[in-house]
């Protein structure tokens, strides 16, 4: 049924099995672009990066701690840098739009989220040659459902308790919506559009909430890096992090310091 349901209307059976259901043809179109082609591994960043850029980093970590995958450090922590541009310009630009269908909102968000974008596709224009290395294998299965629905349930769960947060307790906010967006950005940045579209925050607020999801999404790469034993990849990926992070922290100090931000 499409109707909330439970305390505070947290729960709608019906937006919970759509998740579900786009979750998995994003997770089947990874593995379609790997399976056509051996040179596909930027369009499985893009399409992984459109769900969880956390995700896709942990598994190019994989790939890179594979011996089959010795020299490609770089190339594969490039490619965990070009996931920051679905993070940015869908997972929070379009996210923040689409929930609250509010064009103040979607210009505010739109500066850090241009940022990161611009920088992140700029890096990867300028070592194209190195982005699609050959050889990379497809995940084992096309539909890994118990991702799939740890996707849908984390998604629920981060929205749940950040309205239920808004209501009780709204000076923690910031923490709870930091926190969700290090294990899901796109999932944090729906639970603060929801809490616009019901008059809970202020646009300001909402702008302030999706770009701390957005510095969150992308900082929390540098420490993730560590997991990776090449040391080509943790290099890159520290200094592309520092670079994508200080370009969110300058464009939003931007547009807060232009008159009416």
Request: no cysteine.
């Amino acid at each position: 049924p499409d109707r909330f349901v439970g305390p505070y209307g947290i729960f709608n059976p019906f937006q919970f099995w759509l998740v579900v259901i786009v979750v998995s043809l994003i997770f089947f179109g990874q593995y379609m672009t790997l399976r056509v082609s051996r040179r596909g591994l930027p369009a499985f960043t893009i399409i992984g990066g459109l769900l969880s850029s956390t995700t896709v980093t942990l598994n190019l970590i994989d790939l890179a701690n594979h011996e089959r995958a010795r020299g490609l450090g770089r190339p594969l922590a490039l490619n965990a840098l070009l996931s920051n541009v679905p993070l940015a310009l869908v997972q929070v630009l379009a996210a923040a739009y689409f929930t609250t269908y509010s064009p103040a909102i979607a210009a505010l968000v739109a500066a850090p989220a241009a940022a990161v974008t611009a920088l992140a596709l700029g890096v990867a224009a300028w070592r194209r040659r190195e982005l699609s290395p050959v050889g990379i294998e497809p995940p084992a299965t096309p539909l890994p459902l118990l991702r799939i629905l740890e996707f849908a349930v984390l998604l629920f769960v981060i929205t749940a308790v950040s309205k239920a947060v808004a209501l009780v307790e709204p000076s923690y906010l910031p923490l709870v919506t930091f926190a969700g967006a290090l294990a899901n950005a796109l999932s944090a940045v729906i639970a603060v559009g929801q809490l616009a579209s019901h008059g809970l925050v202020t646009a300001r607020v909402a702008f302030e909430l999706a770009t701390l999801a957005l510095a969150a999404g992308v900082a929390e790469k540098a420490p993730l890096s560590l997991l990776a034993k090449d040391g080509d990849f943790r290099k890159a990926m520290a200094l592309g992090t520092a670079a994508l992070t200080t370009a969110i922290v300058a464009a939003s100090l931007a547009v807060l310091l232009l008159p009416g931000g």
